[in-house]
């Protein structure tokens, strides 16, 4: 298996995110609002909202967020977000390659 370096990933920019357990990543905090998660998602780049199916009544409404960096080709999204009616944020996967640098106490995750 053989793995790109962060130079040939064309993500030379990659912006640093802290990881604080049961708080958030970044500029993202759990049981933020839609708006809200798209509103911090703005500077980052392109987002993209869609609505995630409900399988059982019983599950409130739920979002997918994504988001893409601004000025690099068309790849996976950098960051995916999700966001449920009843509880807010309660999801974030950043990218390996083509998102944030996420840390926790100034290790690289």
Known sequence: MTFKAEA???VADR????YAPA???GPLRFGMTVDEVVEAFQVFGQTKVSDCP???AIFSPTWKI???RRGV???LPAVTAYVSQAAGLFCIAADAVHGPQVGHD???L
Do not use: L, M
């Not at 912006?15 to 802290?18: I, V």
């Open 66 to 68: 994504e988001v893409h």
């Open 73 to 75: 080709a068309p790849s």
């Open 54 to 56: 409900r399988v059982h």
């Open 23 to 25: 708080v958030g990543v």
């Open 8 to 10: 040939d990933s064309g």
């Open 106 to 108: 100034g290790i690289p």
């Open 15 to 18: 912006d640093e995110w802290s």
